[in-house]
């Protein structure tokens, strides 16, 4: 359980203990963010097989779009073994990055600094798109109440979405795998960025 892995770097009140978003801002608050960056990616660090699912949709021949919605790297992985053009953009938090929204990359992993929230268009065969972060390459994380109030408070206009994302996702419907929204700001975040209903067809929004 992540949140498990972070208390254990900070304690925080009982009450709390299995909220991964309230336990972040606590550790946030009182132990400073860089204490939450670090435990995250202490919890994604090792390596870990890509799995069948994972090589099937980078394999799919036509796929613009796929939304990785967890912080591992297993779908960056799977699209590194294919011999296709593509990139990432990933959201990343207000309280590291002020004012940016989101981070592209390279499939090797450089920043492309040219590109940020207005870019509209990808410049990929397939674009990787990662809302929370990922802990590769820069360990860029969105977890905690702050982060997520930051990126709900701005997305009923779209802010936070890329537009290359706004575009590729346009006249399509998602698809969503292993996403439980067993909480309401599950459910609130997949329902305000995808701005769509969630069907069989469509982009691939994947949570492990």
Request: charged residues 20%; positive net charge; proline residues 7%.
């Given at each position: 359980?992540?949140?498990?892995?972070?208390?254990?770097?900070?304690?925080?009140?009982?009450?709390?203990?299995?909220?991964?978003?309230?336990?972040?801002?606590?550790?946030?608050?009182?132990?400073?963010?860089?204490?939450?960056?670090?435990?995250?990616?202490?919890?994604?660090?090792?390596?870990?097989?890509?799995?069948?699912?994972?090589?099937?949709?980078?394999?799919?021949?036509?796929?613009?779009?796929?939304?990785?919605?967890?912080?591992?790297?297993?779908?960056?992985?799977?699209?590194?073994e294919q011999s296709k053009s593509w990139g990432m953009v990933q959201g990343v938090s207000q309280a590291e990055h002020f004012g940016n929204w989101v981070h592209y990359f390279n499939a090797?992993?450089?920043?492309?600094?040219?590109?940020?929230?207005?870019?509209?268009?990808?410049?990929?065969?397939?674009?990787?798109?990662?809302?929370?972060?990922?802990v590769t390459p820069a360990a860029n994380f969105l977890v905690s109440d702050s982060d997520y109030v930051e990126v709900l408070t701005e997305i009923d206009i779209q802010t936070p979405i890329?537009?290359?994302?706004?575009?590729?996702?346009?006249?399509?419907?998602?698809?969503?795998?292993?996403?439980?929204?067993?909480?309401?700001?599950?459910?609130?975040?997949?329902?305000?960025?995808?701005?769509?209903?969630?069907?069989?067809?469509?982009?691939?929004?994947?949570?492990?």
């Open positions: 359980m992540l949140v498990g892995k972070l208390i254990a770097k900070a304690s925080v009140p009982h009450k709390i203990r299995n909220n991964l978003t309230a336990a972040a801002q606590f550790i946030e608050n009182f132990k400073h963010r860089k204490t939450v960056a670090a435990a995250m990616t202490e919890a994604f660090k090792p390596d870990m097989p890509v799995t069948d699912l994972h090589q099937y949709l980078a394999g799919l021949p036509n796929l613009p779009l796929l939304v990785h919605a967890w912080y591992d790297k297993l779908s960056q992985q799977a699209l590194a090797d992993g450089s920043r492309r600094e040219e590109l940020n929230t207005a870019t509209p268009e990808s410049p990929w065969s397939t674009l990787l798109y990662q809302p929370i972060g990922s890329p537009k290359a994302v706004q575009q590729l996702r346009s006249g399509r419907n998602f698809l969503f795998l292993g996403c439980r929204f067993s909480t309401q700001l599950e459910r609130s975040f997949a329902s305000r960025s995808s701005s769509v209903p969630a069907t069989s067809t469509g982009p691939c929004c994947l949570k492990r």
